[in-house]
């Protein structure tokens, strides 16, 4: 699931003091215990053990953002077979979790995350074949929806009840072909 | 019968080869094919003994040398042998007496003089290394390190001259000099300028040190010395020059600073506040100009801190704050700390950082500004000011707001280590150890890899009473191929860890296993400076002899360091507590109930039983696997410490711990309180007294003194009073006479006779006023001097209720006072004051009984 991410940057914010570093950095056994304290913070969901165990998988689908050093987001992927079973090597990218701390929100930080992935997914060397790449989000969630659209994500599929703690429990299911 | 046929006699003399190229194990059987056609060849018997000791047999290695000694006693090679033999069991007197017994022999023998001369310097028999040293180079003086060995031990001698004198006619029979940056001619170089230096004569020192300056190699050292020089000439102009060439060569580091500031006439020793305005703005001038020449520098920036006040510091402060809160510097509240000795500077940077976190918070800048085109902070300059703030709260020891500021800062970046660590340490300032733990481990598992936050962990978890988890979690960063993690820790001499759990253990009055790591540090210390040995031959070959001397230096003042300290200070109250509760030793009475209830105690001694239990089932099952054994480990053959517990004279052993102290912390005021503590119960007044006055010279005040003496008075009297009386025969009188009489005209000069015990404490509470701790002291002294005193005790107890006493008001005082008053004074104060405590401490597991679940958790 996807919440609170970032909206458009509001052109008539005043000049940021320009001292600022953003970078992208592995998710290991060692920090997994911040991607939970994020996760804690971050969503209203528990997440498995095998979550974390999957995380560690998945190579540059998984990432930390950093600003100015400290840890303040993550994006967690699974990557999924189309046609399980057969010899197709196609996949979908499928984005678990998106989210960076209410501090440190429309910074470019999400943006960062979420082009990180998209080149990765892009890659020719990538194999199998990324042809989509998918997410749900809550369906009152206009900041998230907002920033999918601005990178080409549509809205496919409405799934009702799909959440079952938390009200609205309705889901998008937004998608973007690769 | 020495002399062998000739074909056995070459076999001896290759035997010696043998033992020159570590080849043991042909060694061995070579000995033996002589012992069979002469078993009584002295010789040969210690040879195989020598050879049977560096092959891990030592029993029998001692009996062949002593058995092949007895049978020559005038052959050198035995008396060698077993000199070599002592050596090695780090015998080093012994060994010194059979080295001088070989001489006798053989005294031109080179090996046996250079093994003779290596005990002497470990041994610190500077005059004795002296003599072997020049029979050394007499006999070999075409050899550097013979030369160099002699002017080390004039040089020891403080015999400046002849030290010199050698060096300089070394160097005089070189036929060519050695060619420039010759690292190790460079090295002996600087060591004869060294040599100049501690004689004093800096002219020539100066004069030296600029006729070897081609040679030398270490150009920062020369250069730190040619400053040092021309500063102690008071050649100031060109030391002002030096100075500033070092700083342009390191513009962090301080001593430079130091060098330029005492150039330009500014005595560095006294405190910033005394300079006079000229002086200060003379020494900002200075700072100014270097700051534009060096921009980088930290120290720079950090130095006008110093040398302000006022207005011109909160400018200061207010840049420096600023940039590091922007930038994001963990360390920048330990470096204001510093700084905090001045109080009004305190309150400058509080302020000013309230006013930070207030206008992050309203427009995201640091001042208040109406410029709306300002730039605007990034979050984390918000996050690192509630981080600042909340330690300086917790500095100041207001935990409640500390607390309320670092959950803030952690609700906003909950993924930062830092923030869960200065919890930690708020909860810990405020008593409540149990929580403070679980906050550390919340943050050791944000980060696995980090050893730092992994040790503090640990550590809390020992302040916590729990040495199994502590044990379980630095044993995540002991080394893999150990057999276990304590084995690795000692292996490793980690004082830290030893000290950490044995004070957890003295807590929790489990003596044995307290001393057993009290003692091992005590054995740390023994083994380094027994690793200095390897030392004295390794640094004349490779001519390290600046770094000689100072290492030479360090081990004559090895105990006085810290940790060793803080060992002794722990084994000798533990000794102390043992002679004074001598049924402790016997083990089943060991726990200290006194604090408990009933119930409390069964449940104790419940889970004690139960825990012996289950050590004793462990050690059944567990029978050695390969692997322990290929590990080679060390069977602990009394892991509880229980052999410290049974000595015969706990006094004894103290004073082992106390001695050390004496000769090198004679500067702590603690070591006389504990030197009196041993003398009285030795009964030993005079050097009981020597120790008050050793005491009362360093700080006449210190409240245990005070209780001290009032104790030493009334037993010295009652002692009188007693031999007045009974004129017992068998006491011999006049020894006693001696030490009333001593007593009688020493004392007064700290305690004066024509006051009364009780008028010298009253006076001793007047002049310290404001301070529990003398509260405590004088509260003590009156029930010392009469049980009857309760009232008056109590109500000087009673007294730190009052708002003058909030500054030293700290919860270990706050605790002292609680547990006088409950145990010894009056119960219903005590709850009075206790539950002014809560208000005081509101999360001390002490006084709130919170966490009283923590002892769930101990016993598993």
Not at chain 1, 151 to 158: K, P, Q, R, S
Request: aromatic share 10%; charged share 30%; glycine share 4%.
């Amino acid at each position: 699931m996807v919440t609170s991410t970032e909206t458009i940057k509001n052109s008539k914010v005043p000049k940021r003091n320009t001292a600022h570093r953003i970078a992208l950095g592995e998710i290991t056994p060692n920090n997994l215990g911040q991607l939970k304290k994020l996760n804690t913070v971050l969503f209203p969901v528990n997440y498995s053990e095998k979550f974390y165990k999957d995380v560690l998988e998945v190579g540059e689908f998984a990432k930390f953002a950093y600003f100015n050093d400290c840890c303040v987001g993550a994006v967690c992927c699974r990557k999924e077979q189309i046609n399980q079973g057969t010899t197709s090597d196609q996949a979908k990218l499928y984005i678990m979790t998106l989210g960076v701390l209410a501090p440190y929100r429309n910074l470019g930080i999400g943006t960062k995350l979420l082009t990180h992935i998209l080149q990765h997914a892009t890659l020719p060397a990538q194999h199998p074949k990324f042809v989509e790449i998918y997410l749900h989000v809550q369906t009152s969630n206009e900041e998230a929806l907002a920033f999918y659209k601005k990178y080409d994500f549509e809205i496919v599929a409405t799934v009702e009840g799909y959440y079952k703690k938390i009200s609205p429990p309705d889901a998008y299911v937004l998608s973007r072909k690769l | 019968m020495r002399e062998l046929p000739s074909k056995e006699s070459a076999l001896f003399k290759q035997i010696l080869k043998y033992y020159e190229y570590k080849q043991y194990k042909k060694g061995l059987k070579a000995a033996e094919q002589i012992l069979k056609k002469f078993p009584e060849h002295g010789e040969t018997l210690a040879m195989k003994g020598l050879f049977l000791n560096h092959m891990d047999r030592k029993e029998e290695a001692h009996e062949f040398v002593r058995k092949g000694l007895r049978s020559d006693l005038a052959s050198h090679i035995c008396w060698h042998v077993y000199g070599l033999l002592h050596r090695s069991d780090k015998n080093y007197g012994e060994a010194l007496k059979c080295y001088t017994q070989a001489l006798k022999y053989d005294k031109d023998n080179m090996q046996i003089l250079q093994d003779y001369s290596l005990l002497q310097i470990q041994m610190r028999n500077y005059e004795a290394f002296n003599e072997s040293r020049l029979r050394l180079l007499k006999l070999r003086h075409n050899n550097q390190r013979y030369w160099i060995g002699l002017a080390i031990s004039y040089h020891l001698l403080e015999n400046y001259e002849s030290a010199e004198k050698v060096l300089k006619a070394y160097v005089d029979t070189l036929k060519e000099k050695p060619g420039p940056m010759n690292f190790e001619h460079s090295e002996m170089l600087l060591y004869h300028n060294l040599i100049i230096e501690e004689s004093g004569k800096f002219e020539k020192a100066l004069e030296h040190l600029e006729s070897i300056k081609d040679d030398v190699c270490d150009r920062r050292s020369w250069k730190e010395k040619r400053a040092f020089f021309l500063l102690k000439l008071e050649r100031y102009q060109e030391a002002e020059e030096a100075y500033g060439d070092l700083i342009a060569d390191n513009p962090d580091c301080y001593d430079y600073y130091n060098g330029l500031l005492s150039a330009s006439k500014i005595n560095t020793e006294i405190n910033t506040s005394e300079l006079s305005s000229e002086q200060r703005e003379k020494i900002l001038g200075i700072w100014q100009t270097l700051t534009t020449k060096y921009p980088k520098s930290n120290l720079l920036k950090r130095l006008p801190l110093q040398y302000t006040t006022d207005e011109r510091f909160k400018e200061e402060v207010d840049k420096y704050m600023q940039a590091a809160l922007r930038k994001g510097v963990p360390s920048l509240f330990v470096n204001l700390k510093k700084l905090y000795v001045d109080p009004i500077k305190e309150i400058i940077v509080e302020k000013l950082v309230e006013e930070y976190l207030q206008n992050l918070k309203t427009h995201n800048t640091f001042t208040k500004s109406s410029n709306i085109d300002d730039e605007i902070e990034q979050p984390t300059a918000y996050l690192w000011t509630l981080y600042l703030l909340a330690q300086h709260y917790d500095n100041k020891r207001d935990i409640m707001k500390a607390l309320k500021l670092i959950d803030e800062a952690i609700e906003h970046t909950p993924t930062l280590v830092e923030l869960y660590m200065t919890k930690g340490r708020i909860l810990k300032h405020g008593g409540n150890f149990n929580e403070a733990m679980k906050v550390m481990d919340e943050a050791r598992e944000l980060d696995l890899q980090d050893r730092f936050i992994n040790s503090k962990c640990t550590k809390y978890m020992l302040r916590n009473d729990q040495p199994k988890e502590a044990l379980k979690t630095i044993g995540l960063f002991t080394r893999g191929d150990a057999p276990d993690p304590l084995t690795d820790l000692i292996d490793m001499q980690c004082m830290w860890y030893a000290l950490e759990e044995g004070e957890c253990y003295r807590r929790q009055n489990n003596f044995g296993k307290a001393l057993k790591r009290f003692h091992q540090i005590e054995k740390h210390f023994a083994d380094i400076t027994d690793d200095q040995f390897d030392f004295h031959t390794y640094c004349l070959r490779k001519v390290t002899l600046r770094a000689y001397l100072g290492m030479l230096r360090l081990e004559d003042q090895l105990r006085s360091h810290p940790y060793y300290f803080r060992a002794a200070q722990n084994a000798i109250e533990i000794y102390l507590y043992l002679k004074d509760n001598p049924k402790t030793v016997n083990g089943e009475e060991s726990q200290n109930y006194d604090n408990m209830t009933e119930e409390e105690i069964k449940a104790a001694k419940k889970a004690k039983s139960k825990a012996k239990k289950a050590a004793l089932k462990e050690a059944k099952k567990a029978p050695p696997t390969k692997e322990d054994q290929s590990k080679k480990k060390v069977q602990d053959d009394d892991p509880e410490g229980e052999k410290f517990l049974k000595v015969e004279d706990p006094l004894r052993e103290a004073l082992k711990f106390l001695q050390p102290l004496q000769i090198l912390a004679s500067q702590r005021i603690e070591t006389h309180l504990l030197g009196f503590e041993y003398y009285i119960r030795k009964k030993k007044y005079l050097l009981a007294l020597r120790a008050l006055k050793r005491a009362y010279n360093i700080d006449k005040e210190n409240p245990v003194l005070h209780v001290n003496i009032i104790q030493f008075k009334l037993e010295v009297s009652r002692l009188e009073k007693e031999d007045n009386e009974k004129r017992e025969p068998q006491r011999d009188s006049t020894e006693y006479q001696t030490i009333f009489r001593v007593v009688n005209t020493e004392l007064p000069t700290i305690l004066p006779d024509n006051t009364s015990l009780k008028e010298y404490t009253e006076e001793f509470l007047a002049r310290n006023k404001g301070s529990i701790s003398h509260l405590l002291a004088s509260s003590n002294a009156l029930l010392q001097i009469n049980p009857e005193y309760k009232q008056e005790a109590t109500n000087i107890l009673m007294n730190s209720i009052k708002d003058e006493f909030s500054n030293t008001r700290t919860l270990k005082h706050c605790i002292s006072v609680y547990e006088q008053l409950k145990n010894n004074l009056d119960s219903s104060k005590a709850e009075e004051f206790k539950n002014k405590c809560k208000e005081w401490f509101p999360i001390s597991t002490y006084f709130t009984g919170l966490d009283r679940d923590k002892n769930d958790l101990k016993i598993e």
